[in-house]
């Protein structure tokens, strides 16, 4: 255990824990803090605690699972392309999923039917990249990156299109969940499910990213084997951004920010740097989300929107702050 | 007094008491628009509308003191403005509708989101989805709505009152000679209403024809070329607020047309026309006018 990583856990785990705790106490219903302390004693009100363990929690919970997958997937995305531009998304992922969504949504499924679609609608984008990406035979990050740029505009454009011709009555909703929103995720314990498995089997593998990360031939002559870690990152990122995906659709920014940001501050070991992005992507998205509900109460915005205003320039600041 | 005024009057009083206490809690049981049927133990005493039509029409069934909580543009009759908001209807903050602790919430079905209708049923709370999409539609959500508030008197009659005053303008205008109508809901995109919509049926009712009313889609985006090769006798436009906009003049560029040489180019304030309440019979009445006039306008009239 490195002194970075103690340093990154014993502030972010509390962090996490804190901005759960937030995500709980606040909302458009101001709750007292003697009756939130009251509703885990049990001794509360019903409302109060429908309000807190009904609504909130579940939302809290979902808003951190989601965000926690996207700053990990984030984070697997920059050092398999070794490209700091790099995120979840970049592959063409988010566009699939959206197109998989709205089509569901166009045919009136319900609203699991439409994470599933978005699921099948990421995964679809991944096979397509990867099969043109591979093509002949070659295979570099940089083709790579391309055809994920062209196969998400080609996305861009259906979206486009299913939003030109779709009746005016879905659109609000449609657009909600283009801009990502936290409001219709009901059980967010699959998300979890996966982004502790994600995080426990990243772990063992911070030492082999590492090596990665300073190039392939680098890495080959350090005895990895390079071609079977590239694919499992690659797959496993497409898996974890679809997870999120279902939970809050295409919420942007968190993917490209989060690492960065905490490479800037912790420096660039995978060792500390996976699961600290797990952590730190969960807590932006968390307070994000309660931004959201609580801004301009009772109206409600989407928590793509507050993600892309907090984070843009967090970023920037960071980014001009370092050399 | 004597006492047998004084027995006279407990024995009212014993009977009024009779009377009230199992009507107030006599369940009601009511189907919505989706065919769900729904049940109340008692009729609703604290109910929140989750779309400004739904506003109108619990406040035209003699409900409207039963309102706790509305959404946005909540804004007819004005007493409603003062009704809590519980955020735009494409979005509610369930938040603020569980602290209302409504016995019943009224929503939207093609302008609420599915899953918290959903969420809201699954919490406990009693939800009418309501879907009018005729005439007939709009009479009988009132009915419905006035039923599970347990004011059926003033509710009945409103309805009855909407359905004679469609009916009448019926007998007078709807055999008269057809006038072409072109009916424009916005301009950007341009988009216009075909046959399943409510104002098609105003439309009908008042002797016109929608030129449009073939297409597929209820609110189909149009060309501005189908519009000039349609050459419709009359344009009418809707728009947003209670003033014409001036993208209903704009038309007057395309100066063969029949309209515009005729100039019937006529504006309907929307909220007498495109939401599912009562009002829409005023709507309807002013429609009719116009349709009038423009027959007036033909040459040789």
Request: hydrophobic content about 50%.
């Amino acid at each position: 255990m490195t002194r970075a990583f103690l340093l990154a856990m014993g502030v972010l785990l509390p962090a996490s824990v804190l901005a759960v705790l937030v995500a709980l106490a606040f909302g458009s219903v101001t709750i007292p803090t003697a009756d939130l302390l009251a509703v885990f004693n049990g001794e509360a009100s019903r409302l109060h605690s429908t309000l807190v363990l009904e609504l909130r929690l579940p939302r809290a919970l979902a808003a951190f699972a989601a965000g926690g997958l996207l700053g990990i997937a984030g984070a697997l995305m920059q050092v398999l392309l070794r490209n700091p531009l790099a995120d979840p998304y970049v592959l063409g992922l988010s566009g699939g999923a959206s197109v998989g969504a709205l089509l569901a949504m166009l045919a009136g499924l319900s609203m699991f039917s439409v994470s599933m679609a978005a699921f099948f609608g990421a995964l679809l984008s991944t096979v397509i990249v990867f099969g043109l990406a591979h093509g002949t035979g070659s295979w570099t990050p940089t083709r790579l990156l391309l055809t994920g740029v062209v196969v998400a505009a080609g996305w861009g454009a259906m979206i486009s299109f299913i939003l030109a011709v779709s009746p005016t009555a879905e659109l609000p909703g449609m657009l909600y969940w283009l801009m990502g929103d936290v409001s219709h995720a009901r059980n967010p314990y699959p998300a979890w499910g996966v982004l502790v498995l994600v995080v426990l089997l990243a772990l063992p593998l911070g030492r082999t990213l590492n090596v990665l990360a300073r190039g392939p031939m680098q890495a080959a002559a350090l005895g990895v084997a390079v071609r079977p870690v590239e694919w499992s990152i690659y797959i496993a990122a497409a898996l974890i951004t679809a997870t999120a995906v279902t939970q809050v659709g295409a919420v942007g920014f968190v993917g490209l920010i989060v690492p960065h940001m905490l490479r800037l501050v912790f420096g660039n070991d995978q060792r500390v740097i996976l699961p600290a992005s797990a952590l730190a992507g969960g807590i932006l998205l968390t307070l994000a989300d309660t931004l959201a509900r609580t801004i301009i109460a009772p109206e409600q915005l989407p928590v793509g929107v507050i993600t892309a205003m907090l984070g843009v320039p967090v970023f920037l600041f960071l980014l001009y702050r370092s050399r | 007094m004597t006492f047998k005024v004084f027995r006279r009057h407990m024995a009212l009083l014993v009977a009024t008491f009779l009377c009230a206490t199992p009507a107030l809690a006599e369940p009601v049981t009511v189907t919505d628009d989706e065919d769900r049927e729904l049940r109340l133990e008692q009729t609703a005493q604290r109910i929140v509308s989750l779309a400004p039509h739904i506003t109108e029409v619990v406040f035209a069934v003699g409900a409207g003191d039963r309102l706790v909580g509305a959404t946005q543009y909540s804004d007819y009759p004005p007493e409603a403005e003062d009704i809590p908001r519980v955020g735009g209807y494409s979005r509610i903050d369930l938040e603020r509708v569980l602290e209302l602790e409504p016995d019943l919430v009224i929503a939207w079905r093609s302008g609420n989101s599915g899953s918290q209708i959903e969420r809201l049923r699954d919490l406990g709370i009693p939800v009418y989805v309501s879907e009018p999409r005729r005439f007939e539609g709009v009479a009988s959500s009132m009915r419905r709505i006035a039923h599970l508030a347990g004011t059926e008197a003033t509710g009945d009659a409103a309805a009855q009152a909407f359905l004679d005053r469609i009916e009448a303008l019926r007998n007078e205008y709807a055999q008269r000679d057809p006038v072409r109508v072109f009916y424009q809901v916005w301009e950007q995109p341009l988009m216009t209403i075909n046959d399943q919509h409510l104002i098609a049926e105003a439309i009908e009712v008042c002797g016109g024809s929608n030129v449009f009313g073939h297409l597929d889609r209820l609110v189909p985006r149009m060309d501005r070329e189908a519009v000039i090769e349609a050459d419709p006798e009359v344009i009418i436009g809707g728009g947003m607020g209670e003033d014409r906009p001036d993208w209903v003049r704009a038309w007057e560029r395309w100066e063969d047309l029949t309209a515009v040489q005729r100039d019937n180019l006529f504006f309907i304030a929307p909220s007498l026309l495109q939401r599912h309440t009562p009002r829409i019979a005023e709507g309807t009445a002013l429609m009719c006018e116009e349709l009038e006039r423009a027959r007036l306008r033909r040459p040789g009239q």
